[in-house]
């Protein structure tokens, strides 16, 4: 199968370095002689058709900026097998013969069901602050977001020390722990309480009460 022309969206939650990748993968294609067209808004513009032509001038200026300028959301219909065939429906209608998502772990479940019913084209790019995709050393996002809250935690121990108190520090990362383990790590921190291994609570205030 010749491709001629590939369609690219961003899913799930927005991470730092989405505008670089959807640059790289317009520069790359438009280079190679494809055309490009954008997906608003995930799998939800997927099934509703939202697409909008990328050129060069499309991506100028965007490696710097935050989020994804295609916009992301999250599309419980396209979990369902009509919401993919509504997708599948709309990529054939436009002439396109290839997708790329740039997302995490849900949206490469999405991604790999689209190929395996429908034999569609599909390449994943790992997008994802969780880093919780198999065979990725680190996704699009993941060392920003960890270095984002250790600046965060830097301000923070100022204030802990002049106060002489105890902080729990919450950051994201959904059932993954790997953000919490990295920025534990680097701040310092006295425990670090992640998805993958059982705490003891009372221990652990023990432990802060102890000299």
Do not use: W
């Amino acid at each position: 199968m010749e491709i001629h022309k590939i369609a690219l969206l961003t899913s799930g939650g927005d991470a730092p370095g989405m505008n670089a990748a959807i640059r790289a993968v317009v520069r790359s294609a438009i280079y190679h002689h494809l055309e490009v067209v954008g997906v608003l808004r995930g799998y939800q513009g997927l099934i509703d058709a939202n697409f909008v032509s990328l050129q060069l001038e499309s991506v100028s200026n965007i490696i710097g900026r935050g989020g994804t300028i295609l916009k992301t959301a999250r599309c419980a219909e396209f979990f369902e097998k009509e919401g993919r065939e509504k997708a599948v429906e709309q990529l054939k209608k436009n002439r396109i013969d290839g997708l790329i998502v740039i997302g995490g772990n849900g949206s490469f479940r999405g991604a790999h069901l689209l190929a395996i019913e429908h034999n569609f084209p599909v390449i994943g790019v790992p997008g994802t602050i969780d880093n919780d995709i198999m065979g990725t050393d680190f996704s699009i996002g993941s060392d920003t977001a960890v270095n984002t809250a250790l600046e965060a935690i830097d301000k923070i121990r100022d204030t802990v020390s002049s106060m002489e108190r105890i902080f729990v520090v919450e950051v994201m990362g959904r059932k993954e722990g790997y953000i919490a383990l990295r920025v534990g790590l680097g701040g310092g921190a006295e425990d670090v309480l992640i998805p993958q291994t059982e705490y003891d609570i009372e221990r652990m205030c023990e432990d802060i009460q102890s000299p």
